[in-house]
């Protein structure tokens, strides 16, 4: 069953990618995944490889690779879509509108796609969603519209009936030279500037681009296109072209060896043979031609460029897997100086607790002295109230009769005089009793003076002592203060350096790896150089062999002809003197 699966997997991985390259590096992730089981990383790894609607099989094709306790998990992360139309009906005259936005079009290479929804709008609210790709409008097929032509068909009824599909991706192209590009909907930056994540629709890297282009040729009054074709093998079935003229008809419409046939006047090239192809070619003297460019290039390569594709090829590999290291190595730097942060926080809060916690119960205490202190004072020193006693019942009054009138009452208080001062006697008294009592009250008070200086002062050093101790408490939270700021600069100074070692170790690998590539490049250079220059010189020597021997035949038919000549010669010269040895002969004989 596994080798079931995976067999499918390849067979899905050959017909949706071209690109060898990043068939590697899908193989590759999927291998770090069952290594690391972090299904994040996967999910945004075959993102970069998956970067079309063509190649979203993918994802189900790997579905089956992947644990059942991350099933879940991996149908939250991948994009939903599917190939059932949904029907929505849009009321044109709603005065808030349709409330969506559409992007794409025939001018662009691609269908209609809703690129951004009005939140609590008329699309919203009926179940459309961005990505979803626009099929029917009014029951027109919109495949073959322009942009425009979309939006005149939209404003023909006041009751829009869309049919739409969910896609999950969105189309991206500004103008019609650039290069189509596709984003998920969680990725897509939206015309309103409204960023979804980030961008990661990318072009296939490093690999060719493939697009279908289409040709018209005249063939009157020329010898040809000028093109040889050929059917390609099993594996890669096609009529591809294989050789083209210089400054044929062929190679001035633009059309190359590798580009594969599809169409010739309507007639299909998928499935015809090398026969029928060539039966269809001659056929008229006016072909139009549909092709796909470049993709047969590979059937026609010479060793020396299939080598340096199979280079470029492992080159792009390894900067994938390079990019895909430092990622991976980046995220745990910042998880792990996350974590140190954390941690960090923790350990600062809890001793601001523990400090605080201290710092109340100091404080606690000298509220309890101060408390304390008070009351003593207020007990030793507060005016108290006399204890209420009862008074006394009031005693009769005395009767005191007046003495008799003297007959000296001039002389005023002294109103009995018999030799004695008794008045005077009683008021000395009176001057001794105060001043004795003056005398105990000024005792009484130095004593009361005396025990308030005392308790004063006391009371004094005790609040100097608790402004000390506050005012060492304020200097050992200033000091932890001081001490978590500097621990925070190192902290922040240190991730810096960190972070700036990072980079600096990422530009130094990267450099290192743009050197590797040149060297590679350089040397596979010099290598195509030295095969040329050892083909020219093998040339050159065949050239300077055959004219070698083309001057020796040369000079064997001159000594030839020269000992030909000869031989005619002495032969001519025998013959001659034959002649007059005959005569001689004769004469001798006569006479």
Not at 99 to 116: A, K, P, T, W
Not at 162 to 185: A, C, D, H, N, Y
Request: aromatic residues 4%; hydrophobic residues 35%.
């Amino acid at each position: 069953m596994e080798r079931k699966v995976a067999r499918e997997f390849r067979h899905k991985v050959e017909l949706l990618i071209d690109n060898e390259a990043e068939k590697d590096y899908l193989y590759d992730v999927l291998r770090m995944y069952h290594q690391s089981m972090e299904l994040p990383v996967l999910v945004g790894d075959l993102k970069l490889v998956i970067n079309e609607p063509s190649r979203l099989p993918l994802f189900d094709a790997i579905r089956p690779l992947i644990p059942l306790k991350h099933q879940v998990e991996y149908d939250l992360l991948t994009p939903k879509r599917s190939r059932k139309l949904k029907e929505v009906r849009l009321d044109r005259t709603h005065p808030e509108g349709l409330g969506l936005s559409v992007r794409g079009g025939l001018e662009f290479g691609c269908g209609l796609f809703i690129s951004q929804i009005v939140k609590d709008g008329q699309a919203g609210n009926s179940g459309l969603q961005m990505g979803d790709e626009i099929v029917r409008i009014n029951g027109y097929a919109i495949s073959s519209c322009i942009h425009e032509e979309v939006i005149n068909l939209i404003k023909t009824k006041k009751i829009v009936s869309l049919k739409v599909r969910q896609v999950g991706m969105i189309p991206v192209k500004s103008s019609t030279e650039e290069p189509l590009k596709w984003q998920f909907v969680d990725q897509f930056v939206s015309d309103f500037g409204e960023k979804k994540g980030s961008v990661a629709g990318l072009a296939s890297m490093g690999g060719k681009e493939i697009k279908e282009k289409k040709v018209f040729l005249s063939l009157v009054g020329t010898k040809g296109m000028g093109v040889s074709i050929s059917s390609g093998p099993t594996q890669k079935p096609g009529i591809y072209i294989s050789n083209v003229k210089s400054g044929s008809l062929a190679a001035e419409v633009g059309l190359q060896i590798g580009d594969q046939i599809v169409e010739v006047n309507g007639v299909e090239f998928t499935n015809l043979d090398h026969k029928e192809a060539v039966r269809v070619l001659k056929s008229s003297r006016s072909l139009t031609i549909t092709v796909l460019t470049g993709a047969g290039s590979e059937l026609f390569m010479t060793d020396e460029e299939r080598l340096a594709v199979e280079a470029r090829r492992e080159l792009d590999r390894r900067e994938l897997m390079h990019q895909k290291r430092v990622a991976l190595e980046t995220n745990k730097m910042v998880k792990e100086q996350q974590e140190k942060e954390r941690q960090r926080k923790m350990e600062i809060s809890q001793k601001t607790a523990e400090e605080e916690e201290r710092y109340r119960k100091e404080m606690e205490k000298i509220e309890a002295a101060e408390r304390k202190h008070h009351r003593e004072w207020e007990e030793d020193w507060a005016p108290r109230e006399q204890p209420k006693t009862k008074s006394p019942s009031p005693a009769p009054p005395e009767i005191n009769t007046p003495p008799p009138k003297s007959k000296n009452s001039a002389f005023g208080w002294f109103y009995r005089y018999e030799g004695k001062l008794p008045t005077l006697r009683k008021k000395g008294e009176k001057k001794r009793k105060k001043k004795k009592v003056s005398n105990t009250d000024t005792l009484q008070e130095q004593r009361k003076n005396k025990k308030e200086m005392e308790f004063e002062l006391k009371l004094a050093a005790e609040k100097e002592e608790m402004y000390e101790r506050e005012k060492q408490l304020k200097i050992s939270r200033l000091v932890q203060e001081v001490g978590v700021i500097i621990s925070r600069l190192a902290q922040g100074v240190g991730v810096m350096i960190s972070r700036l070692a990072q980079e600096v170790g990422v530009m130094i690998s990267r450099l290192a790896q743009e050197v590797g590539v040149m060297i590679s490049r350089l040397a596979q250079e010099v290598g195509v150089m030295i095969s040329r220059l050892a083909q020219e010189v093998g040339v050159m020597i065949s050239r300077l062999a055959q004219e070698v021997g083309v001057m020796i035949s040369r000079l064997a038919q001159e000594v030839g002809v020269m000992i030909s000549r000869l031989a005619q010669e002495v032969g001519v010269m025998i013959s001659r003197l034959a002649q007059e040895v005959g005569v001689l002969w004769n004469g001798i004989l006569y006479e």
